[in-house]
């Protein structure tokens, strides 16, 4: 990751510029502060808002892809039975006071996944995908930085160098360019229509579609 973040920087301001290359910035890129994120949902209105993270589909998907840990478990539970959910297995580990690690919830985490009507185990590319989708939605909406999300999904799916889906490996690609800020002398992210358009593309996708194998909007 270094060494590709160190060779864009050697391709887009060689001599330490203002401007990428010798050449002026391109007018379609955006420079976000990394503190400021912008909601984009009047470029993308046809694009659903963020799924409640108080849903047991995202608390099981979020689980299984390795996007909360087994000790987080207990208290997203009560917070799940606080907002209106209740399953035996649910009430269970909201009281648990034993859980540690992943090992710890499985078991539980298997019964309230069934319980819900979810297929046991439930699939990690399927999870993966909910997971992504929740992500470009929250980035959609305005809540998550676009470049925060690269990250994200950096997580959920690991170093694999390449998803079985478009739209993910694009985010992956472009969301790690920079450009120079000659003002604070320092390079910072870039937001460009081509990583919006497919954080909007991965946010749409219906549920259905998150199932299909890799998640087939792409």
């Not at 007018?27 to 990394?34: D, N, Q, S």
């Not at 470029?43 to 000790?71: N, T, W």
């Amino acid at each position: 990751m270094l060494n590709r973040f160190l060779r864009r920087i050697a391709r887009s301001n060689p001599r330490g510029d203002s401007e990428l290359g010798g050449a002026s910035a391109p007018a379609e890129i955006v420079e976000l502060r990394l503190s400021e994120p912008r909601p984009w949902v009047g470029k993308y209105p046809e694009i659903p808002p963020p799924e409640s993270e108080l849903s047991l589909q995202m608390f099981v998907a979020r689980f299984v892809c390795g996007d909360i840990h087994g000790e987080d478990t207990a208290a997203i539970a009560l917070d799940l039975l606080e907002a209106g959910y209740d399953t035996p297995s649910l009430r269970r580990l909201a009281g648990e006071t034993q859980v540690h690690c992943d090992r710890d919830a499985v078991e539980l985490m298997e019964r309230i996944t069934k319980e819900a009507g979810f297929p046991v185990p439930f699939p990690v590319q399927q999870a993966r995908m909910l997971v992504s989708r929740q992500i470009a939605r929250l980035v959609i909406a305005g809540e998550r930085e676009p470049w925060r999300a690269v990250g994200d999904l950096d997580s959920v799916w690991g170093w694999y160098s390449e998803v079985n889906n478009g739209d993910v490996n694009t985010i992956r690609r472009l969301g790690h360019d920079f450009v120079w800020d000659q003002e604070e002398q320092r390079f910072r992210p870039v937001v460009d229509a081509d990583l919006l358009d497919s954080f909007a593309r991965l946010a749409k996708l219906t549920d259905e579609e998150c199932v299909a194998p890799g998640g087939m909007r792409s």
